[in-house]
Each structure stands twice: as structure tokens, then as C-alpha cells.
């Protein structure tokens, strides 16, 4: 069996790519600062098992709170 270093090199770009969004769109949810959080996805999706640990990680986050005024209840 052959295997294409054509092919691996695209599977690994895809990976970054769709991990980097997904990234961005859970670090929107999930932090503050969802650009540092991408980023650190793309970092890791160069190999697709750590990228995809760190998606599982981040699906697994409790959400912040966006509300930025709080009521009072009394």
C-alpha cells in the first residue's frame, strides 16, 4: 500500500482549518479571548490527535456568562 504525501499534507491542512474555526466558534462560548484560543487550535491540529483532544476539551468547558449587567433580586 502506497501512501501519498500529497494526500497527507492536504488531510493536515483541512484538519487546521476546520479545527481552527471550530476553535474560534467554542472560544467565543467558552473564554475571553477566542483569538488566543484558534490560535492555539491551529498550533495543535498540525497533529490531528492533539487537535481533536483540544476540541474535546473545549466542548467539555462551561460557557461564560455574556450577561454584563446583573440583577439584583430583593
Given at each position: 500500500?502506497?501512501?501519498?504525501?500529497?494526500?497527507?499534507i492536504?488531510?493536515?491542512?483541512?484538519?487546521?482549518?476546520?479545527?481552527?474555526?471550530?476553535?474560534?466558534?467554542?472560544?467565543?462560548?467558552?473564554?475571553?479571548?477566542?483569538?488566543?484560543?484558534?490560535l492555539?487550535?491551529?498550533?495543535?491540529?498540525?497533529?490531528?490527535?492533539?487537535?481533536?483532544?483540544?476540541?474535546?476539551?473545549?466542548?467539555?468547558?462551561?460557557?461564560?456568562?455574556?450577561?454584563?449587567?446583573?440583577?439584583?433580586?430583593?
Amino acid at each position: 500500500m502506497n501512501i501519498n504525501a500529497t494526500l497527507l499534507i492536504e488531510i493536515v491542512l483541512i484538519s487546521i482549518v476546520v479545527i481552527g474555526i471550530l476553535s474560534f466558534y467554542l472560544g467565543k462560548r467558552k473564554t475571553n479571548s477566542p483569538k488566543i484560543v484558534a490560535l492555539v487550535g491551529v498550533l495543535l491540529s498540525t497533529i490531528p490527535p492533539l487537535g481533536l483532544i483540544y476540541l474535546a476539551v473545549l466542548v467539555l468547558k462551561n460557557d461564560i456568562n455574556q450577561n454584563s449587567t446583573s440583577e439584583v433580586v430583593g
